[in-house]
């Protein structure tokens, strides 16, 4: 006996270390598409079943999933969506179910009423075909129109909150309308369940009346509990271990009663979750307490649970095909036919209207576990089940890219951040940078910089701080995240020491799960001149130039920099390595703004292959054209050296703070992706430094043709 159970919890952990392993290998790829992690999670899912694994490899799969190991992963994975279920039960704020006016009621009840309407439509059709005779037609009517009518209310927060369109009127539309159709959905459900439990009329009568009992009990006893409760934990030391075990115990309390009743114990989870309030932070604490393990341990479960039950071999015949493709398609025309027209009738564009209803048409985890209740109570078949998992999957996965034609990057960008008008034409022309802060630490050298850049203050020059926040898979997360709020403490130091300096800096702040892309549109929408990044040092590769600084550096249509800050605060004496690439320009023409706006002296370091080439005598007279004028705070210094990067690592070991570099293999900075090679440079030199890319997409001395007159080269030169 000892040796089976053993034997069955080794199983177990095998179970879950695969299932957890493989949905999170193919999240990437997911991610990669653009596509929400719940997508890898239901492939992963089917993969395991008899779809691919029991197809390709069936002893494979009966090893790992062998049918005595079924019943407890069905258990567990049970628990998994109680969890979840009451998660998604805080997350939905009452706040959103009013106050939104007309058309959020037109809308959101339309995108309930069509598919309803087609998918009971359908079940005529589908009945004879996929359905025993032992099922009763009413069960199978009202169970096919909810299953159509199904909003997946998470999904479609993750996706707005990255797209950024959770603050917009579409998306405030849409996740007010998602919100009304989880509630009224999930009571459709728990009404079509009752049903199909009850033997006889009597028996549905007292499931209905034993549900207004229940409901009533829990908005008019439970929910005033929670209340104080939530004034307590905000009042005191938070959520304690004594809190969250109170709470578990009437979750569970309120699954096991509703499903005593007969109308599920998901829906008690449900329940449970939306009467806890939402102000004071209990349902905040609750969420950060269980999300990851509801989320990442037992829900994957779930998902694979529903996969070992999906068959895509059970559509062997074109008839089956054409049955599945007639189901997507009225699927798709239910909610997102009925959710834009209904939009566009209320006053919205169609570009919004139709935005909206690509929305609503995302169905994701919730049509899942609707499916699943179905199949377990006999309602649906095993066949049209795989239907229902495909046409889930095909609304989903359409979402992210159909949303992206209505609504282009470049259209959300200029939605996010509105457009720096050009000033008029002056001595100088406007110069904007724009920092990208990722961290603390990062901000303070970028402004001591940017003020060195700028100089005094003045309508032409602008200073932007970007922090970009990377999205969770936390739902709490997207419903409940403030931007600005997040980026706070990231940007404080930086603006703390832009307000010691006399700058007015402009911190912006949004969602993003592209980074590089992101700043590029953001760099782009606000003209600026230069983007500065700041470094970190990378988990895998050693190359700091890789990653989003390499993209940034790849897309970008502007001069980039990479501030390496090794505790910048003033910028007296710069140092610029310089052979003739367009990026050792783009240096100089930093170093030009430098000179020119702040008390700076240059030293160009100009590297030769040996002495007395030639080289330099070329390079003096563009030098000395980019540094007109005399007052002797240039200096022009050639070095003979076979190595260009030992020449610069040696000249900035003499006291410099700054050193200007443009990317190149000859300074030992190239970037690239992934590398095995550091940069010497970055890594050994004792300053901080500027690593610079010249735009492809601007002239070669853009840069360094929009400044005034400043002093010129001194005759003081070193060759050594």
């Known amino acids: 006996m000892h040796a089976v159970s053993h034997n069955a919890l080794t199983l177990l952990i095998v179970q879950f270390i695969v299932i957890i392993g493989l949905s999170r290998l193919i999240g990437r790829g997911a991610r990669w598409l653009g596509q929400p992690l719940v997508i890898a999670e239901v492939l992963a899912g089917i993969f395991l079943g008899p779809s691919l694994l029991g197809w390709l490899a069936p002893e494979a799969m009966e090893w790992l999933f062998p049918a005595s190991s079924m019943s407890a992963l069905k258990m567990l994975s049970q628990v998994g969506l109680i969890l979840f279920m009451f998660l998604i039960g805080l997350e939905l704020d009452p706040k959103l179910l009013k106050g939104r006016g007309h058309a959020s009621v037109v809308i959101s009840h339309t995108s309930i ?74 009571c459709l459900l728990a009404f079509v369940v009752s049903i199909v439990r009850a033997s006889d009329l009597m028996h549905a009568g007292l499931t209905t009346l034993f549900a207004m009992l229940y409901i009533a009990f829990m908005l008019g006893v439970v929910r005033p509990f929670l209340a104080r409760l939530g004034a307590r934990v905000a009042n005191k030391e938070g959520l304690n271990q004594n809190g969250v075990a109170l709470t578990l115990m009437m979750l569970l309390a309120s699954a096991w009663a509703t499903e005593l009743i007969g109308i599920h114990a998901l829906f008690g989870a449900f329940m449970m979750g939306s009467v806890i309030p939402k102000e004071g932070g209990l349902a905040q604490a609750l969420a950060e307490k269980l999300e990851d393990v509801a989320v990442v341990l037992l829900l994957p479960l779930f998902f694979a649970f529903s996969g070992l039950r999906t068959e895509i071999g059970l559509l062997s015949t074109g008839d089956h095909w054409v049955m599945c493709g007639v189901i997507i398609l009225l699927a798709c025309l239910g909610k997102f036919g009925g959710s834009a027209v209904a939009a566009r009738l209320t006053g919205m564009r ?6 909206l209803g690509i929305l609503m048409n995302t169905r994701g985890l919730m049509e899942l576990i609707v499916l699943n209740i179905g199949l377990d109570l006999g309602v649906i078949s095993p066949t049209l089940f795989t239907m229902m998992v495909v046409m889930a999957l095909v609304t989903t996965f359409m979402t992210t890219p159909l949303l992206r034609w ?7 960008a200029r939605d996010q951040v509105s457009f720096t008008p050009e000033a ?25 910089l940017g003020r060195a850049l700028l100089g005094t203050p003045s309508p032409s020059s602008q200073l932007y701080a970007l922090h970009l926040i990377r999205p969770t898979e936390r739902a709490s997360f997207h419903l409940r995240h403030d931007p600005e ?19 007015e800096v402009r911190p912006l702040s949004f969602v993003s799960a592209e980074p590089g892309l992101d700043i590029c549109r953001t760099a782009e929408a606000k003209q600026a001149s230069l983007i500065l990044l700041g470094w970190h040092k990378p988990l895998f590769s050693r190359t700091m130039l890789g990653g989003t600084v390499h993209e940034v550096m790849q897309e970008a249509g502007t001069d980039v920099a990479v501030l390496v800050d090794r505790g910048l605060e003033n910028v007296r004496r710069v140092l610029v390595p310089f ?8 240096a100089l023409g930093l170093a030009r703004r430098l000179l020119q706006h702040s008390a700076a002296e240059v030293t160009v370091l100009h590297v030769t292959q040996s002495e007395g080439t030639r080289e330099h005598t070329s390079t003096r007279p563009l030098v000395e054209e980019l540094f007109p004028g005399g ?70 001395a853009e840069a360094t043709s929009r400044t005034e007159a400043v002093p010129s080269l001194s005759a003081g030169n070193a060759a050594s």
């Open 113 to 186: 009423i069509v598919p309803f309407g087609l998918g009971a439509g359908a079940a005529l059709w589908l009945y004879p075909r996929l359905s025993e005779p032992s099922v009763p037609f009413s069960s199978f009517v009202l169970f096919m129109g909810v299953a159509m009518s199904i909003t997946a209310f998470p999904v479609l927060a993750r996706i707005l909150t990255e797209r950024r369109l959770l603050g917009s009127k579409v998306g405030a539309m849409t996740i007010t309308c998602a919100a009304v159709d989880d509630v009224t959905a999930w």
């Open 350 to 355: 169609w570009r919004e209207a139709g935005a």
């Open 406 to 412: 209505i609504y282009p990057p470049e259209e959300m």
């Open 424 to 448: 008029p034409l002056a001595e100088a022309p406007p110069f904007t940078v724009l920092m990208c802060v990722s961290h603390e630490q990062a901000g303070a050298g970028m402004v001591t």
């Open 485 to 503: 709020k997040a980026s706070g403490n990231t940007l404080a130091p930086l603006l703390g020491r832009a307000s010691t300096l006399g700058l």
């Open 579 to 586: 052979i003739g690439s367009p990026h050792d320009r783009a």
């Open 631 to 700: 007052s002797g705070r240039v200096h022009f210094k050639v070095v003979a050296h076979d190595s260009p990067e030992d020449a610069a690592l040696e000249e900035c070991r003499h006291g410099y703070d700054l050193v200007v570099a443009g990317v190149g293999a000859e300074w030992g900075l190239e970037d690239q992706l992934f590398g095995l090679r550091g940069e010497r440079l970055l890594r050994e030199a004792p300053t901080s430094l500027l690593i610079v890319r010249h735009s492809a997409a601007a002239p070669a």
